[in-house]
């Protein structure tokens, strides 16, 4: 089993910045791809980005494309997302992701509780 837990949202103007950070636990000795999505009330979970377990390999949706970076410390065990030039539509709950796989998955097993995003115009 692996345990998420996300920390680093919060309540930020348009244009600024954050930091998400999420937290790994458990079985840490596999090799796991992780990603980061998004939900806002009424709508379905958008997936944000991806990175494989290396590091080497990243994904972003196109709405962040550019604006968010994903990076991963393994002698950490954490996974990061630095968002830049916020915009309001940025607002929602982030949920971290997890799968065993060392490449990116389609299909993630592992959730964390998610860490709210309130960015204001």
């Known amino acids: 089993q692996v345990q998420l837990v996300e920390s680093g949202g919060g309540l930020v103007q348009a244009g600024g910045s954050l930091r998400l950070s999420c937290a790994v636990s458990?079985?840490?000795?596999?090799?796991?791809?992780m990603a980061w999505f998004r939900q806002t009330p009424g709508k379905e979970r958008e997936f944000v980005s991806a990175?494989?377990?290396?590091?080497?390999?990243?994904y972003y949706s196109e709405s962040v494309k550019g604006r968010f970076t994903i990076s991963r410390d393994n002698g950490k065990n954490a996974v990061y997302l630095q968002m830049n030039s916020l915009k309001p539509e940025d607002t929602a709950v982030y949920y971290c992701?997890?799968?065993?796989?060392?490449?990116?998955?389609?299909?993630?097993?592992?959730w964390g509780p998610g860490t709210q995003v309130t960015v204001s115009s």
């Open positions: 458990g079985r840490t000795n596999s090799r796991y791809a």
């Open positions: 992701a997890a799968t065993i796989a060392a490449m990116i998955a389609a299909e993630y097993d592992y």
């Open positions: 990175i494989s377990w290396s590091g080497g390999t990243t």
